[in-house]
Each structure stands twice: as C-alpha cells, then as structure tokens.
Nanobody, 121 residues
Framework: QVQLVESGGALVQPGGSLRLSCAASGSIFSINGMGWYRQAPGKQRELVADITYGGSINYADSVKGRFTISRDNAKNTVYLQMNSLKPEDTTVYYC???????????????WGQGTQVTVSS
C-alpha cells in the first residue's frame, strides 16, 4: 500500500500565504512525478503544479508567480508554497504521486485525501 498524507490547509485572508505538504509512505521503490491538483464543487480536477524527480516544474497559468512547488526526494515529500492568495484559490487541494512499488511494477498514480484551503476575509 501507498499513502499520501497532506497537511497545511487552513483559512487565510486574501493576500496571505500557506504552505501545503504531502508525504508519501508505504511500499515505495521510487517516485517519478509529484504534484498538486485542486477541485472546486461541480468542476473538474485541475492541475495546479507538478514536479518531476529531476526537478522539472509545470504551473497552471492562474498560479504562476504566486505558487512555488518543491520536493524533498529523500523524504518522499512535495510542498506547495502559496503566496498572494485570492478568494478564487478557495477549494480542496489534492496531492498526486506516480509511484513504482517494486522494480518490476509500472508507475501508478496515487492520491491524497485532500486538504481544504479557504481564502476569505
């Protein structure tokens, strides 16, 4: 089994900052891409940012210049630093990781349970 545990979601005022963390644990041989997605009620889940094992990064246009993704490969952990938060950033954020459980397994996607971010005055 592989578990992704997120933390850091909270209520914050517009213009404020939050840092999300997601730690992967369990039966893990290697992790390729890790990322953050978000999903508002009634909408499709959308990519916020992702990062490869080697450090290549991709951001959604809506968060460029405000959010920063990073990872600690030794800790199997990915972070999302969110600055200049806006009310439209309010939603549930999900962590994703492409995990290989053994050398013979392919990479499979795993998801965290989600963490709520609310931006409101």
């Amino acid at each position: 089994q592989v578990q992704l545990v997120e933390s850091g979601g909270a209520l914050v005022q517009p213009g404020g900052s939050l840092r999300l963390s997601c730690a992967a644990s369990g039966s893990i041989f290697s992790i390729n891409g890790m990322g953050w997605y978000r999903q508002a009620p009634g909408k499709q889940r959308e990519l916020v940012a992702d990062i490869t094992y080697g450090g290549s990064i991709n951001y959604a246009d809506s968060v460029k210049g405000r959010f920063t993704i990073s990872r600690d490969n030794a800790k199997n952990t990915v972070y999302l630093q969110m600055n200049s938060l806006k009310p439209e950033d309010t939603t549930v954020y999900y962590c994703n990781a492409a995990v290989r459980r053994t050398p013979k397994n392919p990479y499979n996607d795993y998801w965290g349970q989600g963490t709520q971010v609310t931006v409101s005055s």
